[in-house]
């Protein structure tokens, strides 16, 4: 079940990431059709990268040949960041706008050393789920402070409840304890609880 909830979810991170890729393509030939020298300067970068690692792979280049290529890198890109200003483009509109921006929605995340972890918005997906799962999600009326023991009779009954205290007593009782618990859910060395009692009771 974990396994078909975690595979679920992925699939939709690559939906995510799918759309915002094709949605930033969208943005850039919008944008490439509005402002041809834009275009025309990205394919002149693209060719400057090319003709370098090609030139690198044969023959080597000189450190005046570096420089040079350096320089017009550094034209080209200021050109860009000119035109962009220009037309109070932010500097991030080409590029995908993904959800998380710490696993660009792939869910996991890579550190120095290549060690891939699952994402903190993943984990907070499965937590979502586990929770929303647990019918626990009306903790903001449901809850301690709204708590109304005046439901429960005020009559003792042992031939009927088993117990020598009245019901609304018996449960202040669990009420209590379960807040002492709370209280102490750090505490290693405190007990935990256990509920019990027939199928289909709340």
Request: charged share 30%; proline share 2%; with cysteine.
């Amino acid at each position: 079940m974990a396994y078909e909830i975690l595979n679920s979810l992925l699939k939709e991170y690559e939906k995510k990431k799918l759309n915002a890729e094709l949605e930033a393509e969208k943005r850039k030939d919008d944008l490439y059709e509005k402002v041809p020298k834009l275009k025309e300067i990205e394919g002149e970068l693209n060719s400057f990268a090319i003709n370098t690692a090609k030139n690198i792979l044969k023959n080597g280049s000189s450190m005046e040949e570096q420089e040079e290529l350096k320089r017009k890198v550094a034209s080209l890109k200021q050109e860009k960041e000119n035109i962009f200003k220009e037309l109070t483009i932010p500097s991030d509109y080409l590029k995908p706008h993904y959800e998380c921006m710490l696993c660009n929605d792939t869910g996991y995340v890579t550190d120095s050393n290549y060690n891939t972890t699952m994402c903190s918005c993943l984990k907070q997906k499965l937590l979502d789920y586990s929770f929303n799962k647990s019918n626990m999600s009306n903790l903001d009326k449901e809850n301690f402070s709204t708590f109304n023991p005046c439901i429960f009779s005020d009559e003792v009954d042992v031939a009927k409840y088993k117990f020598n205290i009245s019901p609304r007593k018996n449960i202040l009782n669990i009420k209590d304890k379960c807040i002492e618990f709370v209280e102490n859910f750090d505490n290693l060395n405190y007990k935990n609880l256990l509920f019990t009692g027939n199928t289909g009771l709340r």
